[in-house]
């Protein structure tokens, strides 16, 4: 990755964050909790993918029709958040699986 690409990056960022904040404060509380919840848990590459970008087009469009944030995704957030990346690689299924592989059985006892 070059200095153009980070720079880019940047640009890019700034612009979704410009775009955030220009919706309705009920959307932008709803966006930062899907965002941290996303980090957390979500997919592998969130900032890479069309996710969060994806999130904010939808917001803008429930913004523009007069639906409430919670019209739009339901009481639970976290619930919305599982659907968006249910067929996506995750941090937590990585950490899942890597805890499956370990050994379930404890080593056998030193020798005396």
């Keep these: 990755m070059g200095i153009q690409d980070v720079i880019e990056g940047k640009k890019q960022w700034r612009a ?8 309705p404060p009920d959307y932008q509380i709803v966006y930062k909790e899907m965002q941290k919840y996303l980090f957390k848990v979500g997919p592998v590459e969130p900032s890479g993918g069309p996710l969060l970008p994806g999130i904010v087009d939808f917001f803008e469009e429930g913004a523009a029709a007069g639906k409430g944030v919670l019209e739009l995704i339901g009481p639970d957030v976290a619930a919305f958040c599982d659907g968006l990346i249910q067929d996506s690689p995750t941090y937590a299924a990585a950490y899942q699986d890597a805890l499956g592989r370990r050994s379930v059985t404890p080593d056998p006892p030193a020798a005396r």
């Design 16 to 23: 979704h964050v410009a775009r955030v904040k220009a919706l």
